[in-house]
């Protein structure tokens, strides 16, 4: 009977005891829980304080070579008489946290180029200018820094092709191959007040200029790549 009763009490024993080892593992199951939890919606609250869409616009100025191409069999010379400004615009998204950023945009680019063309064929030289159009997409992806309203950046640009128009396929045998898609980089600045951005970044370019002119089946290219300067203006939505 003794040894029955204290069998009894050790069972409760026991039992208590694994009562409290369950409570006390499932207080700090929650506590873990609590704590990530609230971790994880304080960095997403950040993550989401800090990204950003907007639209933006801008000029752009071109500086190109100034070397002067001879198409053989033709007696031409063609170069580069002036470019005119140009004008984009798209949308951007801002992604980050603690002061770094990932920012893609989508960006419309239009641009015209004017050649200067000297014709010897003739007992008189022609000198005549002729106006090149062309409009690509533009897709920057820029990591960006941001101490302050300050920031600096700097990535890769894709420039996909879109449409040309141009005076230059009056020369006889002359055909236009431009690159579906050429790359090139950019980096610069700006600053942001509330929701009104300003930047200025410079751009790079790989490829030669004027890689897209074949004439009789000869390609022709300048002997430097493109580069321009931007300027543009950004609203947040």
Request: proline share 4%.
């Given at each position: 009977?003794?040894?029955?009763?204290?069998?009894?009490?050790?069972q409760r024993i026991n039992s208590a005891k694994n009562h409290l080892y369950t409570l006390t593992y499932?207080?700090?199951?929650?506590?873990?829980?609590?704590?990530?939890s609230s971790l994880f919606f304080f960095m997403l609250s950040t993550l989401l304080a800090q990204n950003q869409v907007g639209l933006k616009f801008g000029l752009s100025s071109y500086d190109l070579p100034s070397d002067v191409l001879e198409l053989s069999g033709k007696d031409l010379q063609l170069s580069v008489e002036n470019a005119n400004y140009g004008i984009h615009f798209g949308v951007y998204a801002r992604l980050g946290i603690l002061g770094f950023y990932l920012q893609p945009e989508l960006n419309f680019n239009s641009n015209s180029v004017q050649y200067r063309i000297q014709d010897f064929?003739?007992?008189?030289?022609?000198?005549?200018?002729?106006?090149?159009?062309?409009?690509?997409?533009?897709?920057?992806?820029?990591?960006?820094?941001?101490?302050?309203?300050f920031r600096v950046y700097a990535g890769p640009v894709g420039h996909y092709f879109l449409n040309s128009t141009s005076e230059l396929k009056t020369i006889s045998g002359l055909k236009e191959e431009f690159k579906t898609l050429s790359y090139g980089y950019q980096a610069g600045a700006g600053i942001q007040i509330a929701g009104l951005s300003l930047d200025v970044r410079y751009e790079g370019n790989f490829n030669k200029f004027g890689d897209h002119i074949v004439i009789d089946g000869n390609p022709y290219q300048f002997s430097s790549t493109p580069s321009r300067f931007l300027v543009s203006l950004g609203f947040k939505l």
């Open positions: 009977m003794l040894k029955t009763k204290v069998s009894n009490n050790n499932n207080f700090h199951l929650m506590k873990k829980l609590v704590l990530s064929n003739d007992i008189e030289a022609v000198d005549d200018i002729r106006t090149e159009h062309y409009q690509n997409i533009d897709i920057p992806v820029l990591i960006m820094f941001t101490p302050s309203i």
